[in-house]
C-alpha cells in the first residue's frame, strides 16, 4: 500500500467553483500535513502546513485534516484561473516527506 | 533569500554520458533532498542529507546514481552512465527543521 494516495484527475470545474481535493494515507506517524501547488514547468511550491486535525483557512484556501479517518482535504473557494495547477498533498513525519502524485486542476474562466 | 537554486536548469545528452546535477540548498537549512518527477510515478525520493550526511539513500535507482554533499551549501546528483529512462524532472528541495520543504525549480533532464 502506498503511503498516500491522492486522485490524478484531471480536474475542470468553471471560474467561482468551488473545488475539493483530497488524499488517503496510512501512516499515523505522519505529524505534519502539507498542501503543495506546482505550475507547469515549475518546482512545488508550499501552499498550506497544517499540524493538527482541524481546519486551517488562508485566504481562499482551507486545509482540513481528519487523523482518525487519515483523510485530507484542501477546498479551494471562488476558484480563479491562476488555480489552474497540479496540486500535491504531502504528509510527513518531521524526518520523511511523502507526496501524492498530485491532482490536475484546470479552472475555466 | 534566493531559494533553493539548481543547475543546470535544462540538459540533453546522449547515451552513455555522465550527468551532474548541482544544487545550492536555502542558507541554514540542514536537510537536502533529491526527488525524481515523472509523469507516471510522480515525485519520488531518490536520497536526502541531513547536516551533509546521507541519512536514506533507499530511492536511488541503482548504482549509476550517486550523491554527494561535501559541504552544508553544496550538492551534487551524479548519473553514470546515463539511460533514456533516466529522462525526467530532478528536483533538489531544503527544509530547515524538518517540517517544511522547499523546492528548486528542477533539472529538466533528457537522454536520447
Known amino acids: 500500500q502506498k503511503e498516500v494516495e491522492q486522485d490524478p484527475g484531471p480536474l475542470s470545474v468553471p471560474e467561482g467553483a468551488i473545488v475539493s481535493l483530497n488524499c488517503t494515507y496510512s501512516?499515523?506517524?505522519?505529524?505534519?500535513f502539507m498542501w503543495y501547488r506546482q505550475y507547469s514547468r515549475k518546482g512545488p511550491e508550499l501552499l498550506m502546513y497544517?499540524?493538527?486535525?482541524g481546519n486551517k483557512e488562508d485566504g481562499r484556501f482551507t486545509a482540513q485534516v481528519d487523523k482518525s479517518s487519515k483523510y485530507i482535504s484542501l477546498f479551494i473557494r471562488d476558484s480563479q484561473p491562476s488555480d489552474s495547477a497540479t496540486y500535491l498533498c504531502?504528509?510527513?513525519?518531521?524526518?520523511?516527506?511523502?507526496f501524492g502524485t498530485g491532482t490536475s486542476l484546470t479552472v475555466i474562466p | 533569500d534566493a531559494g533553493v537554486i539548481q543547475s543546470p536548469r535544462h540538459e540533453v545528452t546522449e547515451m552513455g554520458q555522465e550527468v551532474t546535477l548541482r544544487c545550492k540548498p536555502i542558507?541554514?537549512?540542514?536537510?537536502l533532498f533529491w526527488y525524481r518527477q515523472t509523469m507516471m510515478r510522480g515525485l519520488e525520493l531518490l536520497i536526502y542529507?541531513?547536516?551533509?550526511?546521507?541519512?536514506?539513500d533507499s530511492g536511488m535507482p541503482e548504482d549509476r546514481f550517486s550523491a554527494k554533499m561535501p559541504n552544508a551549501s553544496f550538492s551534487t546528483l551524479k548519473i553514470q552512465p546515463s539511460e533514456p529512462r533516466d529522462s525526467a524532472v530532478y528536483f533538489c528541495?531544503?527544509?530547515?527543521?524538518?517540517?517544511?520543504?522547499?523546492f528548486g525549480e528542477g533539472s529538466w533532464l533528457t537522454v536520447v
Open positions: 528541495a531544503s527544509s530547515p527543521v524538518g517540517n517544511t520543504i522547499y
Open positions: 542558507s541554514g537549512h540542514n536537510s
Open positions: 497544517t499540524y493538527s486535525s
Open positions: 501512516n499515523s506517524a505522519f505529524q505534519y
Open positions: 542529507f541531513n547536516n551533509n550526511v546521507p541519512i536514506d
Open positions: 504531502a504528509p510527513t513525519t518531521g524526518n520523511q516527506f511523502y
